[in-house]
């Protein structure tokens, strides 16, 4: 059922090269120096990452979720940060292109894309995330323009990005009082909080959004007035498929890696992977991987399908897959022993950069909500 095609195998023969030269050898280097590398993301621009399962008509590459999954899982690999980046550029691109009117996909899409301009996905804030249909940053209309204040929390590329999408309030009437705005950079009243210190992702930046009266104009409103929950529920998603795929790809790396090691160190008078216990631990790494990875492409093919159980399979796969991933990446740590403290051996960099994915783009507990109250329906 979840053959990979032709196709498929050429794309991810395709992605695994970007991502041997140019992501691998660096990503080490970027963690520590927290560096984001806008050039490679460009890089990864031109060979249509940008605008993964964009339409092609501003230059998007129109692949499905199902490929999409498998192209965050190869990028990953090679650096869960720099892949999860990729994967919330593609949410923004998105919704531009499902909701955006010609204008503003003529406007936007072709620098987005490519990846010259980067995008961020505002809806987290100080006082909100879970709950995020309680959120306070208010747009108020005036005349031809709309006044955005509040603040954004967490965001990711905030400081780098060119386009900020943001769920801000036009109505005190919940989930459907939210409308989704279209805010460039380089507006009076925006501005960015310092970068935070974090325990991974740090080759990407992680800031505040701050408006304090940013105008743009009525016609920088993404759809129409009271659609922004919904949107932006509807790219989280896809956001949940992938960020899963990221943390099956650090996953698995973990599990490559473990296994060669074993092979590798000696104790007891012969290779570690001659020890039973050892070798089930790295079964039940593949087991819980390869059950996850069964899942995460049900929910993908939901997706690609708009299947009614969509939002539910997204949930389980997000919270199953990052479970997953981190679990894996910590029996790493655990298998190289000492080493596996150590940065060198690159196991402490994918146990930190997965941890952060059981958190964002709504908690498991949140994934565990989401599935509890499908049971409960109807
Ligand atoms: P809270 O909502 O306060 O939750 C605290 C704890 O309570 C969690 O364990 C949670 O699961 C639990 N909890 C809350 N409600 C319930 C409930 N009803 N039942 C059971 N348990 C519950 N946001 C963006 O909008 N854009 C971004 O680009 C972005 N990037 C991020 C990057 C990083 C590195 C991080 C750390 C966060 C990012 N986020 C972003 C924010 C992220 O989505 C939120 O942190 C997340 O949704 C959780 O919100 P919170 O931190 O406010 O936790
Ligand atoms: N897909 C499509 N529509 C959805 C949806 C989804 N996944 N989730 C909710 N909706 C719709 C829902 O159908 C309802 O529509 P309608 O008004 O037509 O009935 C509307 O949105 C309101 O939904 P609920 O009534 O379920 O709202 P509630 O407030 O009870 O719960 C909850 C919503 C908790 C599921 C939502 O707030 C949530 O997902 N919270 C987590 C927040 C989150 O994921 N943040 C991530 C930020 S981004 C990030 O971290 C990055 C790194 C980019």
Not at 67 to 74: G, P, T
Not at 79 to 96: C, E, G, K, R
Not at 110 to 122: A, R
């Amino acid at each position: 059922m979840f053959e990979i095609s032709e196709d498929q195998k050429s794309l991810i023969d395709m992605v695994h090269d970007f991502a041997e030269t140019k992501i691998a050898p660096m990503a080490q280097k970027w963690d520590e120096e927290q560096h984001f590398p806008i050039d490679v993301l460009a890089q990864a621009g031109q060979l249509g990452m940008g605008g993964i399962y964009a339409s092609e008509e501003h230059g998007g590459s129109a692949l499905t979720r199902s490929d999409a999954v498998l192209v965050f899982e190869e990028l990953a690999k090679a650096d869960p940060t720099l892949t999860a980046y990729i994967s919330i550029h593609n949410m923004v691109v998105w919704m531009v292109d499902s909701f955006g009117n010609e204008e503003q996909r003529a406007s936007w899409l072709p620098e987005l894309i490519t990846m010259e301009q980067l995008g961020s996905y505002c809806l987290t804030e100080p006082g909100i995330g879970s709950d995020a249909a309680a959120l306070s940053t208010r747009a108020r209309k005036d005349g031809d323009e709309y006044v955005l204040s509040g603040v954004k929390q967490f965001i990711s590329g905030a400081g780098s990005s060119g386009l900020y999408i943001v769920m801000a309030r036009t109505a005190d009437t919940g989930a459907r009082g939210i409308s989704a705005f279209l805010v460039p950079a380089d507006l009076p009243g925006l501005s960015f909080g310092s970068n935070e210190k974090k325990m991974g992702w740090k080759a990407q930046p992680t800031r505040q959004v701050i408006m304090e009266g940013v105008r743009i104009p009525a016609e920088n409103l993404l759809g129409e007035e009271g659609q922004g929950f919904s949107m932006a529920m509807k790219a989280l998603n896809g956001g949940r498929l992938n960020i899963a795929a990221c943390s099956l790809g650090g996953g698995q790396l973990a599990l490559e890696k473990s296994a060669a090691y074993l092979k590798e160190r000696q104790a007891f008078g012969g290779p570690l992977a001659k020890q039973e216990a050892l070798v089930f631990k790295l079964a039940d790494m593949d087991m819980e991987l390869e059950a996850a990875r069964s899942l995460l492409r049900r929910a993908a093919r939901a997706l690609d399908a708009k299947s009614p159980d969509m939002v539910r399979l997204c949930a389980m796969a997000k919270k199953v897959a990052t479970d997953a991933g981190f679990n894996a990446a910590n029996s790493a740590i655990q298998l190289h022993g000492g080493y596996g403290y150590l940065a060198d051996y690159g196991m402490e960099k994918i146990f930190r950069d997965l941890r952060v994915h059981q958190i964002l783009e709504g908690t498991n507990e949140i994934m565990s909500l989401i599935v509890g109250r499908s049971l409960l329906e109807g």
